[in-house]
């Protein structure tokens, strides 16, 4: 235990928005465990049970005072996983540790190298976007001395080395073995697309590149390599747009509904084939 994983597990403020549950696992590595806990619930435990939903007041009022039951049915060689930011790396992660359990995968502007970030002077966006309680008290865990230095987090006192021992230490091999390069590839031969934003700071474009250079690899190994593309959305940043989401919808549809999208004459397909040619929207990686 360390002053890192007791934050996680006492500050709520700090904890709720990263999808900590406890000090027990770290950071990403949590919320990709949490991912694959709700997979095999919904593969495993829903696949023949229902999801009950109590009534509501004026229902029961209404007519009945009987809760409502929705029955959820699941093919558990279907599914597939997808987020946005933070919840992009829970599935890049969830889908490259579990291919048993993950059919298919879409992170949405969660791609990257940060090892590439931390030898190219491109890490500032992504530490930004950390919680400041987290991040300060990860480097006095990596030092005793810088406790209480509360200059650690300006732009002039951090380095990419500080920068890389507080990844380790909220995030063992974020940087190296369990980076983008290396656990991206991992996915396939399954379905996957990545969707990231052309102008990211957080996920710059150029180390992007490389993740998707060495995914593209692992697929051409497995001849699978039509089950793998990769896309940037021109003029954006860090955000996810409808143009995004719909072609993300239409690809996990093409990917996991294959007879839907047949008798809908194929326009999942369709879909992505279109948006796929927009060259003055769509940058391919």
Not at 68 to 93: C, E, H, P, Q, T
Not at 136 to 153: F, P, Q
Not at 193 to 205: A, F, S, T, W
Request: charged share 20%; with cysteine; hydrophobic share 45%.
């Amino acid at each position: 235990p360390n002053r890192t994983s007791a934050l996680l597990s006492s500050d709520a403020n700090v904890a709720a928005p990263w999808g900590y549950s406890g000090s027990a696992r770290p950071f990403l590595f949590d919320g990709a465990w949490d991912c694959l806990r709700a997979v095999r619930f919904a593969a495993e435990g829903l696949a023949e049970a229902s999801r009950v939903a109590p009534a509501s007041e004026a229902n029961n009022l209404a007519s009945s005072k009987e809760p409502r039951v929705v029955f959820v049915n699941v093919d558990a060689k279907r599914v597939g996983v997808s987020g946005i930011s933070l919840g992009g790396m829970y599935a890049w992660l969830a889908a490259a540790a579990a291919p048993e359990t993950v059919a298919a995968a879409a992170p949405l502007i969660g791609a990257q190298d940060f090892g590439w970030a931390l030898r190219n002077e491109r890490w500032r966006a992504r530490v930004d976007s950390l919680p400041p309680a987290l991040f300060h008290t990860a480097l006095a865990d990596v030092d005793d001395e810088l406790l209480d230095d509360d200059s650690l987090t300006s732009e002039e006192s951090l380095t990419p080395e500080l920068v890389e021992r507080v990844y380790d230490a909220i995030c063992p091999g974020l940087t190296t073995f369990l980076d983008g390069p290396n656990t991206f590839p991992l996915v396939a031969p399954r379905p996957m697309l990545i969707v990231n934003g052309e102008l990211d700071p957080r996920n710059p474009l150029e180390g992007v590149r490389g993740v998707v250079a060495a995914t593209r690899r692992a697929y051409a190994s497995k001849k699978k390599s039509d089950a793998f593309v990769a896309v940037a959305l021109r003029g954006v940043a860090h955000q996810c747009t409808p143009e995004m989401l719909a072609l993300a919808n239409a690809w996990l549809d093409w990917q996991l509904r294959p007879a839907a999208a047949l008798c809908d004459e194929n326009r999942a397909e369709a879909a992505v084939a279109e948006a796929l040619r927009d060259a003055e929207t769509w940058v391919e990686l």
